[in-house]
Structure formats: C-alpha cells, structure tokens
C-alpha cells in the first residue's frame, strides 16, 4: 500500500504551449530571439515531444532553459 492518499495527473504540455513558455521565460530575462534562433526553439520542441521520454528524463523547465540558453548562443 502506498503512503500517499492522493495522485495527480497532469497533462504533457504541446510543442505550442512549450514555445510559450519559452518566449515568456526570454522576455522575462531580457532576451530576444533572432527568427533562426526562435525557429531553431520551435524545431527542437517538437524534436523533444516526438522523443518524449526526454522530456521526461530532464523536465520540462531544464529542458527550456537549457534550450534558450543554446539559441542565445546562435
């Protein structure tokens, strides 16, 4: 038997609502994304959702951090 009563199911995000999360997380550091880089995001996104044991591997607010971080890098 298990110690918690209660358990919660939570939806996985789309590769849209992913991307804006993303586009909030850069406008909230101050950072805009050039149109490669902002496609690149997009690609990547729906790379992670196809694969998604990725997203279940790193999170999903690691996962977008990480990947705004590599398009600022572009």
Same mark, same amino acid.
């Given at each position: 038997k298990s110690r918690f009563a209660n358990y919660f199911h939570f939806e996985d995000y789309l590769p849209d609502?992913?991307?804006?999360?993303?586009?909030?997380?850069?406008s909230q550091k101050n950072v805009r994304l050039t149109e490669?880089?902002?496609?690149?995001?997009?690609? @990547?996104?729906?790379?992670?959702?196809?694969? &998604? #044991?990725?997203?279940? @591997?790193v999170g999903l607010a690691r996962?977008? &951090? #990480?990947?705004?971080?590599r398009v600022t890098l572009i």
């Open positions: 609502e992913l991307h804006d999360i993303a586009m909030r997380y850069t490669e880089a902002t496609h690149f995001l997009s690609e @990547q996104l729906m790379e992670g959702f196809r694969k &998604q #044991s990725i997203l279940l @591997q996962l977008l &951090q #990480s990947l705004v971080y």
